[in-house]
């Protein structure tokens, strides 16, 4: 984990302690690639450091998205009897679209293709040896979310979003129906989370309804940046397993909630100690910027 990271946990933390709700930890570990069980204690480990548990989650087996696939194949099931799931032979972000979308990285012409083929060109496509993903075709409808932060949100789906994937070529489920799927049957009422995130929330709220669910409330909050760009786990120096040998979870929690507006001054504090200052109306909109000279101070 790194402080961007770090600074979307704490937020979520602070609004659900806030309105003295329970805090779900779940373990989103779909790609086997990229999943290996020490990320997951090592993640839970630097949570406990810094003071932000959980009510129910992991390590309980069932809330990892890896061992919760009979859900997620009963959902597509559900899909596929509405005629809404078809085979897609593109090859642009196969490969990533288990993991929480990043720009660039979907599918985002309207009306791909693939909805087109014949089954004699599926045959030939299949006996040349492409495997598909499957993706999900979306209606001509503008979703309309209501973010607790940053207001109305809307798209078109088919005009802004396209058609998407929900399963891999590989057989891996992707991270939109996986959360989906998980946010019903979790009961999920409220998620919190980063704004690089808010883009999701209407194909979200589309396919919970469409699976018969009621979707939950969104509130995303703001990144932190370094020269324009969100942090990533590929800046060594911020992550958390590095900080800890330098830095107390007291001045790390201040620094966050300074940065993001929650304190008028940077100085150490618990998590506990924030949950009376917190509202969403302190809360920065825009990105933060943030570089290791914040961390000296």
Known sequence: MHMGNLLSMLLAWLDIRALGGRMIFRMEDLDPARSR????????DDLRWLGLDWDEGWPEPSYSQSRR?????????????????????????????????????????PGC????????RRAELESSGRRPAWKIKVPDRTVTVTDEHYGFFSQNLQEDVGDFI?????????????????????????????????????????????LGGTPPAYCHGPLLVSQGGKLSKRLGSLGT????????????????????????????????ELIGLFSWDKILCQDIPFEEELLAR
Do not use: N
């Not at 293709?113 to 004699?120: D, E, N, S």
């Not at 891996?172 to 129906?177: D, G, M, P, R, S």
């Not at 929650?262 to 100085?267: D, G, I, N, S, T």
């Open 37 to 44: 069980p020490e990320y997951a204690q090592a993640m839970a």
């Open 69 to 109: 696939t009979a859900l997620y194949q009963e959902a597509f099931h559900a899909l596929e009897q509405q005629g809404l799931v078809y085979p897609c032979y593109c090859s642009r972000a196969q490969r990533l679209a288990a993991s929480a979308p990043h720009p660039g990285e979907e599918c985002r012409e």
């Open 113 to 120: 293709p693939c909805r087109y083929l014949t089954a004699a």
């Open 166 to 210: 929900i399963r891999r070529a590989d057989g891996v489920y992707a991270y939109q129906l996986a959360v989906s799927v998980d946010d019903m049957a979790m009961g999920v009422t409220r998620v919190v989370r980063g704004h690089d995130l808010l883009s999701s929330a209407p194909r979200q709220m589309w396919l919970i309804q469409t």
């Open 241 to 272: 397993q590095a900080l800890r040998q330098s830095h107390s979870p007291e001045s790390l929690i201040g620094l966050l909630a300074y940065v993001a507006g929650l304190l008028p001054k940077q100085e150490p504090v618990s998590p506990r």
